[in-house]
């Protein structure tokens, strides 16, 4: 499982847009976001690098 903080992400908007970022490179990943950490959960057969390429083109810039 990787986990990102995401210092952007601020609203359910936000969510979804992330969301849909995953679900693009794979459709099976399981996301989990909190708002109130800003962080998400990816369970994920991608490599982190896809993730985080796939978050980046997104707008949202992921920190470890």
Known sequence: ???FHIPKMSCGGCVNSIKNAIKKVDDEANVEADL???TVK???A???VEIVKALTDAGYQPML
Do not use: Y
């Open 42 to 44: 990816i369970e994920t």
């Open 36 to 38: 109130t950490t800003r």
């Open 46 to 48: 991608i490599s982190e």
């Open 1 to 3: 499982m990787l986990t």
